[in-house]
T-cell receptor, first 114, second 118 residues
Framework: SQQGEEDPQALSIQEGENATMNCSYK?????LQWYRQNSGRGLVHLIL?????REKHSGRLRVTLDTSKKSSSLLITASRAADTASYFC??????????????FGTGTQLKVEL | DTEVTQTPKHLVMGMTNKKSLKCEQH?????MYWYKQKAKKPPELMFV???????INESVPSRFSPECPNSSLLNLHLHALQPEDSALYLC?????????????????FGPGTRLTVL
């Protein structure tokens, strides 16, 4: 079952504008991760925020986490056409037998127009 | 080398065929994963291997059979699939070292195999 719901489902902005995507989840987490997927291809890890962190930055990315509301947001500043992709949040649970289990949200399709 | 490779890129098979998907990584990761992704949907976890042992099977039908011959390779054997199994199959890997913090739970994904079942 899907853990997270993301909104908006789709977002269209102009180059140079900021894009904000929101993710809500249902259960306790170890950490929350954001991934990007270009059309029909593999996913690329963007950023990981631990459950005891509230905000994290990486280049043009800013992620917030509110565990009391079970929600996270991803902000991309000064967007570029190359940022056009689908963005997924994923909650992370450690597996007893090893590895970690990612449960992905529904995703936001971002289109950045020139 | 921070790459996960998958072969083939595309696969078309009939419902009576047997085929295999292959995944390889040389990052020294000890956890490997298979995901299934339908169009416009998020990836869904199928299997997790840790140190070459199956640690999660997400109630996947037996027509999908995973295999981890060594720490660098992961296979997915397919037999008697249904048209609804058509999807993008993604392989991923991650570090899996006891005692490490959750900062090392990033998963590296391959480009996927686009499977069509006729």
């Amino acid at each position: 079952s899907q853990q997270g719901e993301e909104d908006p489902q789709a977002l269209s902005i102009q180059e140079g504008e900021n894009a904000t995507m929101n993710c809500s989840y249902k259960t306790s987490i170890n950490n929350l991760q954001w991934y990007r997927q270009n059309s029909g291809r593999g996913l690329v890890h963007l950023i990981l925020i631990r459950s005891n962190e509230r905000e994290k930055h990486s280049g043009r990315l800013r992620v917030t986490l509110d565990t009391s509301k079970k929600s996270s947001s991803l902000l991309i500043t000064a967007s570029r056409a190359a940022d056009t992709a689908s963005y997924f949040c994923a909650t992370d649970a450690v597996v007893t037998g090893g590895g970690n289990k990612l449960t992905f949200g529904t995703g936001t399709q971002l289109k950045v127009e020139l | 080398d921070t790459e996960v490779t998958q072969t083939p890129k595309h696969l078309v098979m009939g419902m009576t065929n047997k085929k295999s998907l292959k995944c390889e990584q040389h990052m020294g990761h000890r956890a490997m994963y298979w995901y299934k992704q339908k169009a416009k949907k998020p990836p869904e976890l199928m299997f997790v291997y840790s140190y070459e042992k199956l640690s999660i099977n997400e109630s996947v039908p037996s027509r999908f059979s995973p295999e981890c011959p060594n720490s660098s390779l992961l296979n997915l054997h397919l037999h008697a699939l249904q048209p609804e199994d058509s999807a993008l199959y993604l392989c991923a890997s991650s570090q899996d070292i006891e005692g490490w913090t959750s900062d090392h739970n990033e998963q590296f994904f391959g480009p996927g195999t686009r499977l069509t079942v006729l």
